[in-house]
C-alpha cells in the first residue's frame, strides 16, 4: 500500500528488546529502489536488481547507530529492527522510487527488575500460565504463536480463523486441548501446565504496517505427586493457622489477587495493602487474614470450620499471569457435647463421692476408741468443711 508523501504515518509502539518489522506492502522488482531514513539519515537501502543492498553503516559511515539490528526482506524490502532500545524511537521514511511513506516508532523502557529482552516466567506442574499480548484484536492485526518454532496458535484479523495446537498444525498434539486463546487480546493460556511445556514461546503480531515479536522463556518445573499434594491441599484443625504460599518473590508492579471460591479476599499491588475488600469477605474472616508483602502468601489464623473451601492465587504481570489453586480442609476439635452447666454438676457429685468415701474410713477407724461420732457435711457456696463433733457417755 503505498501513501502521497506526508499524507498519513503508522504508529508503532514496542517494548525495549522486542522485534519490529516495518512492511512496504509490495514485491521488489526491477524497476523498484527501496529506501529507509531514519530522522532523515539513509539506514537502509535496496535497488530493484539487487545490485545495491545495504544497512546502517554499509549505507552511510557516518552512522553506527543500529550495530547489525537492521535486516532487509530481499523480497518485499521491509525493514527488520531486532533486539530495539529507547534510543530506537522515532521517525522512519520508507521511500519507493519517488512514492514516500512514514513510520513513527516508539520504544518504550522497561522498569528495572520487572522485564528482560526475554520475559522468563516459571510456574510448577498443574498452574495455568497466561501469556499476554499487549494488544487488542482489530481488523488489522493477525497473531500467531510459536513453541520452539512449531506454530501452536493463531487468531487472524478478522477472527474467521482460530486454531490450537493441532488444529494449527496437524504433525504436534503436544498440548491435548490444553491451550486457549483469548479472542479480544489474542493472549496465549496454557492450563494444566506439565514439564514437557518448558521452552520458547514466541508471539508474533502481523498487521499492515508492521510486525511485532515477543519472546517468553518458560520453564515448568516438576514435582512428585505427593509434593504438589502437600502444596495445594492443605488439612488444618479449628483454630490452628494455615500458610498459602505463592511459590514467588513479588517483583515491582506484579499484583496479586486472592480468592476463596471466586470472592475476592485479599490483594496486594502497589501500597497499601489491602486485604478483605469485600463484604462477604469482612464478615466471614473478621480480621483473619494477613499477606506476606514480599511474597504475597497468604494466612489464615485461628481457622474455622467454615473456612474450607478452594482458594485461587492470581499472579498478575504485564507480560504474564499465573494462577494457581489451593483446597483448604479445617477439620473440627472433637467437642465433649456437654455444656459448661453440666459438667459443674458432675464435678460436684464426683466431689461428694469422695468425701463420703473419706468420711466411711474415717468412721470406722475411729469406733474402736470409746464414745460415739457423728460427721457433719455443711455445703456453703460449694466450698465444703467437715466439722467432726465427739460424744462422750460415761458408765452407770
Same mark, same amino acid.
Given at each position: 500500500?503505498?501513501?502521497?508523501?506526508?499524507?498519513?504515518?503508522?504508529?508503532?509502539?514496542?517494548?525495549?528488546?522486542?522485534?519490529?518489522?516495518?512492511?512496504?506492502?509490495?514485491?521488489?522488482?526491477?524497476?523498484?529502489?527501496?529506501?529507509?531514513? /531514519?530522522?532523515?539519515?539513509?539506514?537502509?537501502?535496496?535497488?530493484?536488481?539487487?545490485?545495491?543492498?545495504?544497512?546502517?553503516?554499509?549505507?552511510?559511515?557516518?552512522?553506527?547507530?543500529?550495530?547489525?539490528? %537492521?535486516?532487509?526482506?530481499?523480497?518485499?524490502?521491509?525493514?527488520? !529492527?531486532?533486539?530495539?532500545?529507547?534510543?530506537?524511537?522515532?521517525?522512519?521514511?520508507?521511500?519507493?522510487?519517488?512514492?514516500?511513506?512514514?513510520?513513527?516508532?516508539?520504544?518504550?523502557?522497561?522498569?528495572?527488575?520487572?522485564?528482560?529482552?526475554?520475559?522468563?516466567?516459571?510456574?510448577?506442574?498443574?498452574?495455568?500460565?497466561?501469556?499476554?499480548?499487549?494488544?487488542?484484536?482489530?481488523?488489522?492485526?493477525?497473531?500467531?504463536?510459536?513453541?520452539?518454532?512449531?506454530?501452536?496458535?493463531?487468531?487472524?484479523?478478522?477472527?474467521?480463523?482460530?486454531?490450537?495446537?493441532?488444529?494449527?498444525?496437524?504433525?504436534?498434539?503436544?498440548?491435548?486441548?490444553?491451550?486457549? %486463546?483469548?479472542?479480544?487480546?489474542?493472549?496465549?493460556?496454557?492450563?494444566?501446565?506439565?514439564?514437557? =511445556?518448558?521452552?520458547?514461546?514466541?508471539?508474533?503480531?502481523?498487521?499492515?504496517?508492521?510486525?511485532?515479536?515477543?519472546?517468553?522463556?518458560?520453564?515448568?518445573?516438576?514435582?512428585?505427586?505427593?509434593?504438589? /499434594?502437600?502444596?495445594?491441599?492443605?488439612?488444618?484443625?479449628?483454630?490452628?493457622?494455615?500458610?498459602?504460599?505463592?511459590?514467588?518473590?513479588?517483583?515491582?508492579?506484579?499484583?496479586?489477587?486472592?480468592?476463596?471460591?471466586?470472592?475476592? !479476599?485479599?490483594?496486594?499491588?502497589?501500597?497499601?495493602?489491602?486485604?478483605?475488600? =469485600?463484604?462477604?469477605?469482612?464478615?466471614?474472616?473478621?480480621?483473619?487474614?494477613?499477606?506476606?508483602?514480599?511474597?504475597?502468601? %497468604?494466612?489464615?489464623?485461628?481457622?474455622?470450620?467454615?473456612?474450607?473451601?478452594?482458594?485461587?492465587?492470581?499472579?498478575?504481570?504485564?507480560?504474564?499471569?499465573?494462577?494457581?489453586?489451593?483446597?483448604?480442609?479445617?477439620?473440627?476439635?472433637?467437642?465433649?457435647?456437654?455444656?459448661?452447666?453440666?459438667?459443674?454438676?458432675?464435678?460436684?457429685?464426683?466431689?461428694?463421692?469422695?468425701?463420703?468415701?473419706?468420711?466411711?474410713? /474415717?468412721?470406722?477407724?475411729?469406733?474402736?476408741?470409746?464414745?460415739?461420732?457423728?460427721?457433719?457435711?455443711?455445703?456453703?457456696? !460449694?466450698?465444703?468443711?467437715?466439722?467432726?463433733?465427739?460424744?462422750?457417755?460415761?458408765?452407770?
Amino acid at each position: 500500500m503505498m501513501r502521497a508523501s506526508g499524507v498519513d504515518t503508522d504508529s508503532v509502539s514496542v517494548m525495549e528488546g522486542d522485534s519490529v518489522t516495518l512492511n512496504t506492502g509490495v514485491q521488489t522488482n526491477q524497476q523498484e529502489e527501496i529506501k529507509w531514513y /531514519y530522522n532523515d539519515t539513509i539506514i537502509a537501502h535496496i535497488s530493484g536488481n539487487l545490485s545495491v543492498i545495504c544497512t546502517d553503516v554499509q549505507c552511510d559511515e557516518d552512522t553506527e547507530r543500529f550495530r547489525d539490528r %537492521l535486516k532487509l526482506d530481499h523480497q518485499t524490502g521491509s525493514l527488520t !529492527i531486532t533486539n530495539t532500545r529507547n534510543t530506537d524511537s522515532g521517525e522512519y521514511k520508507l521511500q519507493i522510487n519517488i512514492n514516500n511513506s512514514s513510520f513513527s516508532i516508539t520504544v518504550s523502557s522497561r522498569v528495572s527488575g520487572v522485564d528482560t529482552d526475554e520475559v522468563a516466567v516459571s510456574v510448577m506442574e498443574g498452574d495455568s500460565v497466561t501469556l499476554t499480548t499487549d494488544v487488542e484484536t482489530n481488523q488489522q492485526e493477525n497473531i500467531r504463536w510459536y513453541f520452539n518454532d512449531i506454530r501452536i496458535a493463531q487468531i487472524n484479523r478478522d477472527q474467521s480463523k482460530i486454531c490450537t495446537d493441532v488444529q494449527c498444525n496437524e504433525g504436534t498434539e503436544r498440548f491435548r486441548d490444553r491451550l486457549k %486463546l483469548d479472542h479480544q487480546t489474542g493472549s496465549l493460556i496454557i492450563t494444566n501446565t506439565r514439564n514437557t =511445556d518448558s521452552g520458547v514461546y514466541k508471539l508474533k503480531i502481523i498487521s499492515s504496517s508492521s510486525d511485532r515479536e515477543k519472546i517468553y522463556n518458560v520453564s515448568v518445573h516438576g514435582v512428585s505427586a505427593a509434593e504438589r /499434594y502437600e502444596i495445594k491441599r492443605k488439612t488444618v484443625k479449628e483454630r490452628e493457622s494455615v500458610t498459602l504460599y505463592t511459590g514467588v518473590i513479588r517483583k515491582l508492579n506484579d499484583s496479586i489477587t486472592w480468592y476463596f471460591n471466586e470472592i475476592l !479476599i485479599a490483594e496486594i499491588c502497589d501500597e497499601p495493602r489491602k486485604t478483605c475488600t =469485600d463484604v462477604q469477605c469482612k464478615e466471614r474472616f473478621r480480621d483473619r487474614l494477613k499477606l506476606d508483602h514480599q511474597t504475597g502468601s %497468604l494466612i489464615i489464623t485461628n481457622t474455622r470450620n467454615t473456612d474450607s473451601g478452594e482458594y485461587k492465587l492470581l499472579i498478575n504481570n504485564s507480560r504474564f499471569r499465573i494462577i494457581k489453586i489451593f483446597s483448604v480442609t479445617v477439620t473440627a476439635v472433637p467437642d465433649s457435647g456437654l455444656s459448661s452447666a453440666a459438667v459443674g454438676v458432675i464435678c460436684f457429685a464426683v466431689v461428694i463421692l469422695l468425701v463420703a468415701a473419706a468420711a466411711a474410713i /474415717y468412721c470406722r477407724h475411729r469406733s474402736k476408741q470409746k464414745g460415739k461420732y457423728y460427721l457433719q457435711l455443711i455445703v456453703q457456696n !460449694i466450698n465444703i468443711r467437715f466439722i467432726v463433733h465427739k460424744k462422750i457417755f460415761k458408765n452407770v
